[in-house]
């Protein structure tokens, strides 16, 4: 992972992405595939974990290595050069992404990992809202095209689940209404992130939100639970723990390096992921009740959310290329 080398102090400004817009892109792919497989496996551990248990562990397994990391390199958070500002970005970063890990594990309980990475869309969504409104980002014809091309695939995909969601009633209401909730918290969470850029390395604002994470949630987790669970269950906790590293790891560096709409876009492809996912999950386990077939509109709509989000994530303003191949403007005000 690529890490910025001190935490920097700065008042008054709005953070720009300086850094190697091709490792940028990388990065976010791989927080794509990443995502694409954990609400599947969140989906399976809930069995035999409760939400708050789980996230417990997630976060304080990932705090203690981002913890040893940090120490042998001799770069722990300078919390004490932290302004009021910097202080309130920091709130709204632990509570969006603590809410976000809470809110969208309780929602598998009422409503599956496809319909889950539906709704979720909201988020990256908003993300890229807040690029354009709030981090000042310009958009190019291409990639507006491409952001409209994007909305129309997720349409086009999910075209099978869009009416059941658009009548919902009983526990799958609550369930979409979780997610919905999860997306808000989780474009503010990732705001947030992007503005401490200025102030504390990728690295270290995790390690802070981690441990912060780890103390408030304690009263209500249950750790000795883990001596219940199966091995099944308990290569699922290992999983997600790492894969909370690793995602998020490579989100926080892909701001570090790219616009906050262009990473966006290319999280939208998650869904995709996932229910290539599900479908191979039920091609192993048949039965499952995380089936969910594609019919050929649903196949075409994937492909359009892979070209639209190529066309946001990847389009230039005519005579910026030169300019953005090392600096991509990208800033907040949160």
């Known amino acids: 992972m690529t890490t910025v080398r001190h935490d920097r102090v700065a008042t008054g400004r709005l953070h720009e992405a300086r850094g190697n817009p ?34 417990w562990y997630r976060l304080t397994i990932s705090a203690v290595v981002l913890g040893l990391y940090q120490a042998q390199r001799g770069r722990w958070p300078a919390i004490g050069r932290l302004d009021r500002s910097g202080w309130s970005l920091l709130a709204v970063a632990l509570f969006g992404l603590l809410g976000n890990y809470i809110l969208f594990l309780v929602s598998l309980n009422y409503v599956g990992p496809a319909t889950a990475q539906l709704v979720i869309q909201l988020a990256p969504i908003l993300f890229l809202l807040g690029g354009l409104l709030i981090f000042k980002e310009a958009f190019s014809r291409m990639q507006w095209v491409g952001l409209a091309v994007l909305v129309a695939g997720l349409l086009l995909f999910f075209n099978q689940r869009l009416p059941a969601l658009l009548s919902l009633s009983g526990t799958e209401a609550v369930g979409v209404g979780l997610v919905v909730v999860a997306g808000i918290v989780w ?11 200025m102030r504390l390395s990728s690295v270290n604002i995790l390690l802070l939100i981690y441990i912060a994470s780890v103390v408030l949630l ?21 999983f997600c723990t790492f894969n909370t590293l690793g995602a998020y ?33 039920v091609a192993i386990w048949p039965g499952t009740e995380m089936a969910a077939g594609l019919d050929g509109i649903g196949i075409v709509g994937g492909l359009v959310v892979v ?28």
């Open 22 to 55: 091709r490792l940028g892109l990388l990065l976010a792919m791989c927080t794509v595939v990443l995502w694409g497989f954990l609400s599947i496996a969140l989906k399976l551990l809930l069995e035999g974990m409760d939400a708050f248990t789980i996230t």
């Open 187 to 197: 474009a503010a969470y990732a705001l947030a992130q992007k503005q401490l850029l």
């Open 218 to 238: 304690l009263p209500l987790a249950r750790p000795a639970s883990i001596l219940t669970l199966s091995p099944l269950h308990l290569a699922l906790l290992v």
């Open 249 to 281: 790891g490579c989100f926080a560096e892909a701001l570090v390096h790219w616009e906050a709409s262009r990473v966006s876009a290319v999280i939208a492809v998650t869904p995709l992921v996932t229910i290539v996912a599900i479908l191979g999950f």
């Open 307 to 334: 070209v639209g989000s190529v066309m946001t994530a990847l389009g230039t303003r005519r005579g910026a290329e030169k300019r953005d191949r090392y600096i991509s403007p990208s800033s907040s005000r949160l």
